[in-house]
């Protein structure tokens, strides 16, 4: 009955045809030049880097270890290489207003030459503008308009002085005011006694000639004024001119250089109006005569002339096509750049030479590329790139919960930003965000999946041989012979679980492949065969198996009981697969039912103990279901049953183990014994429908591991749902003994030919009354059922 399930060596093999590797060793294969398997994937994003429009950012989901970023990368430069540099950017001073400074856009690759320009011109200034004023060209025609001035000052004041002469009267200042008095014939004042004996007719007309006068002196004294602020003038006028000159001579160059960049000739202008302004800042400071005031001024000069520089935001001096950035570090001043302070004296202090940018403006009309993760762990920095993205317009500012009020600060213009943000990351975030995020689709309108797997076609493994010569050609490896490469695909269709796909996370593979080689090489060989391939798998187990071989050692000391041969009632031996990150191994367990009469109903003993999750208490429901179907349509079930996992001591989750435990159900109402030298695994649906389930290698491999340890019989095997038959990809040495008939395989796709294999018995078909023949196993189990209703309907009255 048994041969019938059997799984045979025709089921196992996965291998590519022996003629499709005709090559001597991969070093004969062309390198791999395209992407397997990603089809999907490179559609999205080409359509995400060729539309045009708001929103059309990129979400990329996957696997790690799938090629995501090598992918992204290679798909970018390559998109990015034939468009357009992007400009320069740079922040310089706002004349008019110093905490908001202004940002010029430049043509690539100029910012930082006009940068140095600039920082030189003003350096050439501070030393040419001080001697430049004091040239003898520049002293002449200064003298000349302070003579000229002075001499018509000098007139004007004499006029009035021999006008009172005249008049018998002086001119006399007292400290910061004229007088006028009475005088002799000589000019010299005459004493008040003297005056007051003249008759006060004289007084009387001397003092109409003074109060004349002193009108005549006041309207003189307002020329004279004028006329010294007319040289003041025309001081100003000629350092002007000379300055814009001097200026000029200097700027021009830089100015015609970047003729065709506006911002940056209105930008000189400004600059140069506003140097003429502070002139005073070259001039002044040259003879101090003191050393603390000499290292104060110059200081105190260093930090006006700052003004003036130029700082470089974005430098494309060394790019070439649109920029692609990769930022592993999303923080709020890595995105959107920082404003710098320095403390000083008890405060702080910032100017705009101290703003850096963030990377988002280093990709600006270019590439971003960010993982979602560390984004989501920073609600504030997520918040405002949507934000950024949405606007259009990068602001450099300071952090929100970091924000020193009172404190000054700086608040640039904001920049217009045109950039395609590819975000990175697993399922469940993006899977949370387009559920419970609204602006999320709106801003992230592209999807790119990234495969696991792809089918083992010809075609792919033979680019799976030219991915391996690539390898070696990258890394310096020894070239491996179609042997190693047929175990390196081995290898990917055991990551996957399907003898018909192969793994696409090549993270893993490249592991593979180097430690591979190093095994070669440690033997001095030529080339990798399959023998260091398969070395390569078993030093990793061994590295990680530790507990794996602590946990076979309890069943060999009968710490934990499990039987591997003879029969019992009741008892199966079911299969757990054990996660431990870099492995997973399989563990027997065994189960166990009883049936007794009580209260209608399956005791979950794990649920009970609050060991059971929920999957595995829905599949304690589904048997209670079967059972109901199968046995419940002539009368009510009158039976309690108590199912556990023995010597069990953590949490049972997941419901691959509920066809194991409804056998163990039917064996205890039906009384025939299980064969316990097969281990069984499968989920099982109300039908009686057994249903694949996951780890199956590596749970045929636990039980095989178990049985060579425990003594192997040549009759042991393992019973798995027909389903997961293509997920057979096994150890060498398990297939070796499933193909010599040392170690057996079964496949089953119901209840009924699962109970027939385990007890060798028919399950047993219902007439039209649903009863079964009684030589069955579902006879038995009815049967049994039948007496328990009788005897509760007599006990119950």
């Known amino acids: 009955m048994s041969d019938s399930f059997k799984i045979t060596k025709t089921d196992l093999n996965q291998h590519p045809p022996n003629n499709l590797f005709e090559f001597k060793d991969t070093s004969e294969l062309p390198a791999l030049d395209r992407i397997i398997g990603q089809e999907r994937a490179v559609e999205a994003i080409d359509f995400g880097l060729n539309m045009k429009g708001a929103g059309y950012n990129i979400f990329v989901t996957g696997l790690e270890g799938t090629g995501k970023s090598t992918i992204i990368r290679k798909l970018l430069t390559d998109h ?62 200064q003298n000349r308009i302070q003579k000229e001035c002075t001499s018509r000052q000098k007139k004007r004041f004499d006029d009035i002085r021999l006008k009172a002469r005249s008049l018998n009267l002086v001119i006399i200042r007292n400290e910061d005011e004229y007088r006028i008095l009475p005088a002799f014939e000589n000019g010299k004042p005459m004493p008040e006694d003297r005056f007051s004996e003249l008759d006060i007719t004289e007084q009387q007309k001397i003092d109409q000639q003074i109060d004349r006068l002193e009108e005549e002196l006041e309207n003189a004294l307002v020329e004279i004024d004028k006329i010294g602020e007319e040289m003041k003038a025309l001081l100003r006028k000629v350092v002007a001119s000379r300055t814009d000159q001097l200026i000029s001579e200097q700027i021009d160059p830089v100015r015609y250089d970047l003729r065709n960049c506006r911002p940056i000739g209105r930008y000189l202008k400004r600059m140069k109006e506003d140097m003429i302004e502070n002139i005073a800042v070259f001039l002044g400071g040259q003879h101090q005569a003191k050393e603390p005031e000499k290292h104060e001024f110059e200081a105190m000069t260093a930090s006006l002339l700052r003004r003036y520089q130029v700082n470089v935001l974005v430098d494309r001096r060394r790019e070439k096509g649109a920029p692609v950035v990769f930022e592993p570090n999303p923080t709020f001043q890595n995105l959107f750049g ?176 180097q430690e591979a080689d190093y095994w070669a090489r440690r033997d001095q060989a030529a080339v990798i065969t399959r023998e260091y391939v398969l070395k390569a798998v078993h030093q990793q187990r061994f590295r990680h198996n530790l507990y794996e071989e602590k946990a076979w050692n309890e069943f060999l000391d009968q710490s934990v009981l499990l039987d591997i041969e003879g029969t019992v009632v009741g008892q199966v031996n079911a299969l757990a697969v054990y996660d431990m990150g870099e492995i997973a191994f399989g563990r027997p367990t065994r189960i166990t039912a009883e049936s007794y009469m009580g209260k209608p109903g399956i005791i979950n003993v794990e ?112 019973m798995i749902p027909s389903s997961n038959v293509k997920n057979l990809v096994l150890r060498p040495d398990v297939s070796k003994a499933v193909e010599s008939g040392t170690f057996h395989l079964y496949r089953v796709n119901t209840i009924e030919q699962g109970i027939e294999l385990l007890t060798g018995v028919k399950a047993g078909q219902p007439d039209s009354d649903f009863n079964y023949p009684e030589e069955t196993v579902f006879g038995q189990v009815q049967k049994k059922l039948r007496r328990y209703h009788e005897l509760s309907i007599r006990y119950g009255k």
Not at 410 to 437: C, H, W
Not at 663 to 675: C, D, F, K, W
């Open 607 to 718: 649920n009970e103990s609050d060991l059971s999750g929920q999957t595995h208490d829905k599949g304690m429901m589904i048997i209670s279901g079967y059972l109901g179907r199968m046995f419940a349509q002539n009368y009510p079930l009158s039976v309690s049953i108590s199912i556990t996992f023995e010597q069990s001591y953590d949490g049972i989750d997941g419901d691959s183990a509920s066809s194991t435990e409804l056998y163990a159900v039917l064996s205890s109402l039906s009384g025939l014994p299980i064969r316990q030298e097969i281990a069984v695994t499968g989920s099982v649906n109300q039908k009686g429908e057994i249903q694949a389930i996951g780890g199956v290698n590596e749970k045929i491999e636990g039980f095989f591991d178990i049985c060579i340890k425990k003594g192997f019989t040549g009759t042991q095997g393992v």
């Open 80 to 141: 990015a290489t034939a468009e357009q540099t992007s400009s320069d950017l740079c922040l310089v001073n706002n004349f008019d207003d110093a905490y908001c400074p202004e940002v010029i856009e430049m043509p690539s690759g100029t910012a930082a030459h006009f940068s140095l320009n600039m920082a030189r011109f003003v350096d050439v200034l501070k030393h040419k503008i001080p001697r430049f004023f004091e040239s003898e060209s520049f002293l002449e025609e």
């Open 338 to 513: 920082k404003i710098e302070k320095k403390p000083v004296m008890g405060s702080v202090q910032t100017d705009f030479t101290m703003v850096q940018a963030g990377t988002l403006l280093k990709a600006n009309k270019g590439y971003l590329v960010l993982e979602i993760e560390p984004l989501l762990a920073n609600l504030p920095v997520w918040e405002s790139l949507k934000r950024t993205l949405r606007d259009s317009l990068l602001r450099i500012e300071d952090m929100p919960d970091q924000a020193d009020y009172g404190m000054p600060s700086l608040k640039p213009a904001p920049i217009p930003l045109n950039v395609t943000v590819v975000l990175m990351g697993r399922y469940e975030p993006f899977r949370a965000l387009q559920s419970r995020d609204s602006k999320f689709n709106k801003i992230f309108k592209v999807r790119a999946d990234f495969d696991s797997e792809a089918d083992l076609t010809d075609e792919n493994a033979l680019l799976y041989a030219r991915f391996v010569s690539r390898v070696c050609e990258q890394e310096r490896l020894l070239n491996f012979t179609p042997d190693g490469v047929r175990a390196v695909i081995e290898f990917g269709s055991r990551l996957v679980a399907d003898r018909t796909k192969l793994s696409l996370r090549f993270g893993r593979i490249l592991g593979l492949l």
